[in-house]
């Protein structure tokens, strides 16, 4: 039996985007995930336009979205975790233009349970294994590679399973080429849930868990757990091996903390606030979204704050151990729910709100006189920096991708008198808020654009061939 699914208009708003060489040319390519649907997209990098290459229903709700390179591969693959229960790894064929599953594995119920993995994904840098996740207790890593014939092959699933514990966030740790291992922001509510008084609710700490694969044995172990000060909502994994320094940032409210195994010890730096903000000065500053660059010689991170605000953050080690974390304003943007950054030069925000933009990085804001925040600078408990944000400096946008989400409103009217009504659309939020009128048709692709001689009043088409009937 075959189903045939058609959609008038599709999702516009983004819950996810990864970035990847899928198919498998040097050129890389952006994975959105519209929370039902999959759309493959490339930027043009001489128009910097963005075009579209496959769309595809899932017919579930993606949860989340990763991509991974075997060690030595030349392309990349997608990791789809989803109401399905099932961990799916997707490969583009560029020859059919589609999207096909490689690994299918169930080891769940279906629906959006809070104990069912599929929320949370983590992949090792090196692309040996994956880490599975829910919201509660079960973790599963699943371990990956090649066979004779090079083909991707998965293991059975390994547990990780803690009961009582809940899960924040979790991403891998690149270790170069020791045992995988992943980093998980838990808190153990156990003590909480049998305290009726709430004593132990408030007591209890947030804490950083490292997860480690041991590839001999084939098991996987709870290396470390370590309480944090403050309330984290994500971590960024930083380059190992022969890249950088390995570890995580862990994003807090008003802290960005630097934490690794061995002789490390916490580098903390103030998260920089806005001079003379409008807002709540009591409401704390947190990261949401954050974007990773690293070439062979260095790295960079930019991460952004929930008003918009980007900033460079780079680490400066010492042997290997990390001595500061310095932050620079980079520029301003809408808030988003993903970025990425292209080796291209290009920067994709899908936005929570809004249309999402794609920009060129015209500088890299190390010659400019923003001033630098650094860790070192010596500050009271409870301070911070302060930074006056400005228009686009380091960015210049280049394309432009509409989204109506969210619709906050909709009315069905003929104003326009076309005999066939519109759907009139109030969309976004704040000052990017917008009126959008829906038609019923076809959208016209421009094809060609030819620059006229002179003033030209009138255009005929003719004849391709002789025997046409018509011009």
């Known amino acids: 039996m075959y189903l045939y699914n058609f959609i008038l208009q599709r999702a516009t708003g983004i819950t996810h985007a990864v970035h990847g060489c899928f198919a498998g040319t040097k050129q890389q390519e952006i994975l959105l995930s519209k929370g039902k649907s999959l759309e493959l997209v490339r930027p043009d990098p001489n128009t910097g336009k963005v075009h579209t290459l ?30 399905s229960g099932r961990i799916v790894i997707l490969e583009y064929n ?33 692309g040996r294994a994956v880490m599975i996740g829910a919201i509660e207790k079960q973790k599963l890593v699943y371990i990956l590679n090649r066979d004779s014939e090079a083909r991707l092959t998965i293991s059975s699933p390994l547990e990780a399973h803690k009961s009582s514990t809940l899960t924040y966030h979790m991403v891998g740790v690149d270790v170069g080429f020791e045992n995988p291992m992943f980093a998980c922001l838990e808190i153990d509510y156990e003590e909480a849930d049998l305290d009726p008084s709430g004593e132990a609710a408030a007591k209890t700490q947030q804490t950083l868990t490292f997860y480690e694969l041991d590839l001999g044995l084939n098991h996987v172990v709870r290396k470390y757990s370590e309480p944090l000060e403050e309330h984290a909502n994500f971590l960024i994994s930083v380059p190992g091996g022969n890249d950088g320094p390995s570890g995580v940032l862990i994003c807090s409210e008003n802290y960005l903390t630097y934490k690794n195994l061995g002789d490390q010890h916490d580098i903390r730096c103030p998260i920089p606030r806005r001079r003379n903000d409008l807002d709540d000065p009591e409401r704390g500053m947190i990261f949401i979204c954050s974007a990773t660059h690293r070439t062979k010689s260095m790295y960079f991170f930019l991460v952004q704050t929930e008003q918009g605000d980007i900033f460079k953050v780079t680490l400066e080690t010492d042997d290997d151990v990390v001595s500061e974390i310095k932050l620079k304003y980079f520029d301003t943007v809408p808030p988003a729910t993903a970025m990425c950054v292209l080796k ?45 944000p400005r228009q686009l400096k380091n960015l210049v946008m280049v394309d432009e991708i ?13 104003l326009a008198n076309e005999d066939t009504p519109q759907l009139y659309l109030a969309c976004g939020r704040g000052p990017r808020s917008s009126i959008r009128v829906l038609r ?27 025997d046409d009937r018509r011009g």
Not at 402 to 414: E, F, K, M, R, T
Request: proline share 5%; charged share 20%; aromatic share 10%.
């Open 54 to 83: 496959l769309q595809t229903e899932v017919f579930g709700v993606i949860r989340s979205l990763m991509s991974f390179r075997l060690t030595g591969g030349t392309k990349d693959y997608a990791v789809v975790g989803s109401d």
């Open 94 to 126: 560029p020859a059919k233009n589609q999207l096909e599953k490689v690994h299918q594995e169930t080891f769940g119920k279906s629906g959006c349970r809070r104990i069912v993995p599929g929320q949370f994904l983590a992949i090792d840098p090196k």
């Open 344 to 388: 291209t030069g290009f920067l994709f925000v899908a936005c929570e709100f809004g249309n999402h933009y794609l920009y060129q990085i015209a500088h890299l804001g190390d010659d400019d006189d923003e001033p630098e925040f650094s860790s070192a600078m010596p500050l009271e408990e409870g301070d911070t920096f302060f930074f006056a």
């Open 402 to 414: 509409h989204s109506y989400a969210p619709i906050l409103g909709c009315q069905v009217a003929d």
């Open 440 to 466: 019923h048709g076809l959208e016209v692709s421009e094809m060609a654009v030819s620059e006229l001689p002179g003033n030209p009043n009138a255009v005929w088409t003719v004849k391709k061939r002789i």
